[in-house]
């Protein structure tokens, strides 16, 4: 998926950097990567021969043992009388959230209140998608302000580093914007998690993810289970700059209390690690980047939000490839999708598909004593996999996957808030849903029901 920013002026300002970037938001590439792929058994010379996997687990579990990352738990009507209800949020960076604005996020206290409406939605979570992404031929930026016009640039200020040929820079620092460094602000990074730190929530930074070909685009190296040398380029350019970032993170930001640990940015399918033999690529890609975030501080975990498509292959063999990457890395927590945003037809009232990859999922995590938690998505697909038309979810549809979910986990966080952000203001471009009273009225619907 190539993607554009927009082109404007520093006059003007970021207000959303680019029309979508999310994989999770888009006819894009993370969706059509996978719609009609066919499995294939094996991998080329690079990555071995495939394996046979042992799917003979047991098929039941109740939930897992582990601890919930924080102290509030989600109950279930069966244990505690209590409905389930979202304790997390995902929060894209690119739509605002993450940049200045001259009428919005411009000043702490419009951060402030921008946590605060998920905290008083029952948040104690905040996951930022990413602080790092790669952009192509941002020319309107770079004449201004020097450097590249292409690389990975940050929500924060980033060091000047290469990391084979691709430089990375800050969105903000060089600027003048309203509430920049420069105007006696602060970076969106240091904003965001003051703003945790004011509304008692825990934050959790994003690392980096590309998703362009003119970079090491993350869905290329994924969009079969053929793992070739280019693939394995990819995904280790994505560790590489993943620990750099994390360095530098731990360093700006290792006395804000509201850091409690990062996400790795990348996400992983049924697809490209199912076959056995390339069961340690994964591992490796996790456990390299876990390292880096416990040799800075052991108390800060290190978590992931995988997906699956329930056509690509069974639960076992996800549940299989997870036991064997969760048992070879020190990954902390896997955040599972639920998919139902994306293929709302894979839960209803009266089918569920995705039950039997939350049971496997969450046996592997269990097994090797991870903390599991389910992302359960607030938005739902008028249009189809391959051309998606993406709308806040009905309060319905929440319900009965946070229902679903919640028999698995002692945890469940959403991606993302915006879909349900009640704040008229923000306008999210195309593909994604400018309705603001849909999303107003999602918002109010969820508080009802928490009530």
């Known amino acids: 998926m190539k993607k554009k920013l927009l082109t404007v002026t520093a006059s003007v300002l970021i207000a959303v950097l680019l029309t979508v970037s999310c994989s999770k938001n888009s006819g894009d590439e993370r969706d059509n990567l996978i719609s009609d792929t066919t499995v294939e058994n094996g991998s080329d010379s690079d990555s071995g021969t495939d394996g046979s996997i042992d799917t003979s687990q047991d098929t039941a579990v109740s939930g897992t043992e582990i601890d919930s990352f924080s102290d509030s738990e989600t109950g279930t009507e069966s244990d505690t009388g209590i409905p389930p209800f979202i304790t997390g949020f995902f929060v894209q960076p690119q739509l605002g959230y993450g940049v200045t604005d001259p009428s919005l996020f411009s000043s702490q206290a419009e951060y402030d209140a921008f946590v605060k409406t998920m905290s008083d939605a029952g948040a104690d979570t905040l996951i930022y998608q990413w602080t790092t992404h790669y952009w192509y031929n941002q020319t309107w930026f770079s004449d201004t302000y020097g450097g590249d016009a292409s690389g990975d640039f940050a929500f924060y200020n980033a060091d000047s580093n290469t990391i084979s040929g691709i430089s990375a820079r800050g969105w903000v620092t060089p600027t003048l914007w309203p509430g920049s460094p420069n105007d006696g602000?602060?970076?969106?990074?240091?904003?965001?998690?003051?703003?945790?730190?004011?509304?008692?929530?825990?934050?959790?930074?994003?690392?980096?993810?590309?998703?362009?070909?003119?970079?090491?685009?993350?869905?290329?190296?994924?969009?079969?289970?053929?793992?070739?040398?280019?693939?394995?380029?990819?995904?280790?350019?994505?560790?590489?700059?993943?620990?750099?970032?994390?360095?530098?993170?731990?360093?700006?930001?290792?006395q804000k209390t509201a850091l409690k640990g990062f996400y790795l940015s990348v996400e992983i399918a049924n697809i490209a690690f199912i076959p056995e033999a390339n069961w340690p690529i994964l591992a490796d890609l996790l456990d390299r980047v876990a390292d880096a975030v416990h040799q800075n501080d052991p108390a800060l975990t290190l978590s992931i939000s995988p997906f699956f498509n329930t056509k690509l292959s069974t639960s076992e063999e996800y549940g299989a490839m997870w036991n064997y990457a969760l048992a070879n890395s020190d990954l902390d927590i896997i955040i599972l999708q639920d998919g139902v945003g994306v293929e709302p037809e894979t839960l209803t009232e009266s089918e569920d598909k995705i039950s039997p990859f939350f049971i496997e999922v969450a046996k592997a995590a269990k097994n090797n004593k991870k903390q599991f938690w389910a992302n359960s998505e607030l938005f739902t697909n008028t249009g189809t996999r391959e051309n998606p038309a993406f709308e806040p979810a009905t309060i319905e549809k929440i319900e009965l996957q946070l229902k679903t979910e919640a028999q698995y986990t002692t945890k469940l966080v959403s991606f993302d808030f915006h879909y349900m952000d009640p704040n008229p203001n923000y306008n999210f471009n195309p593909p994604l849903t400018d309705d603001a009273a849909k999303r107003a009225a999602l918002y109010k619907s969820y508080s009802q029901y928490l009530k």
């Open 185 to 254: 602000g602060k970076e969106p990074v240091e904003y965001i998690l003051d703003a945790a730190e004011a509304n008692s929530i825990n934050i959790i930074l994003g690392l980096y993810l590309c998703e362009d070909s003119n970079g090491y685009n993350w869905w290329n190296a994924i969009s079969d289970n053929i793992i070739t040398k280019e693939d394995r380029d990819i995904i280790n350019y994505h560790v590489e700059r993943s620990i750099v970032i994390v360095n530098e993170l731990y360093s700006k930001y290792k």
